[in-house]
Nanobody, 124 residues
Framework: QVQLVESGGGLVQPGGSLRFSCAAS????????IGWFRQVPGKEREGVSYIRSSGRNPWYADSVKGRFTISRGNAKNTVFLQMDNLKPEDTAVYYC?????????????????WGQGTQVTVSS
């Protein structure tokens, strides 16, 4: 059974930093990509970033490019999201998700497995 366990998140002032980790387990044949999504009440879940299991060509949403960095741990099943220069509009519940099938995607419906979600609040 695939499990994704997130840690990190919390309350931070504008301009501050937070770091998420996502530990994935239970894959029998690996995964194609692990991504981070976020959602605010009344809006659809939006893609923030993803990284392929190969580690090549990570993707970032325009709204976070230059501020967020996605990376893998030495164990490929751990993925980190470093979030710097946070803004109030980054406030959301953040989810990590795994895509088992081949092909890059920024759409939530293409991801098979999801973490529990973690609140990030950016406020002074």
């Amino acid at each position: 059974q695939v499990q994704l366990v997130e840690s990190g998140g919390g309350l931070v002032q504008p301009g501050g930093s937070l770091r998420f980790s996502c530990a994935a387990s239970g894959f029998t044949s690996g995964y194609y990509a692990i991504g981070w999504f976020r959602q605010v009440p009344g809006k659809e879940r939006e893609g923030v970033s993803y990284i392929r299991s190969s580690g090549r060509n990570p993707w970032y949403a325009d709204s976070v490019k230059g501020r967020f960095t996605i990376s893998r741990g030495n164990a490929k099943n751990t993925v980190f999201l470093q979030m710097d220069n946070l803004k109030p509009e980054d406030t959301a519940v953040y989810y990590c998700a795994a895509k088992s099938t081949y092909g890059p995607s920024t759409q939530a419906y293409d991801y098979d497995h999801w973490g529990q979600g973690t609140q990030v609040t950016v406020s002074s």
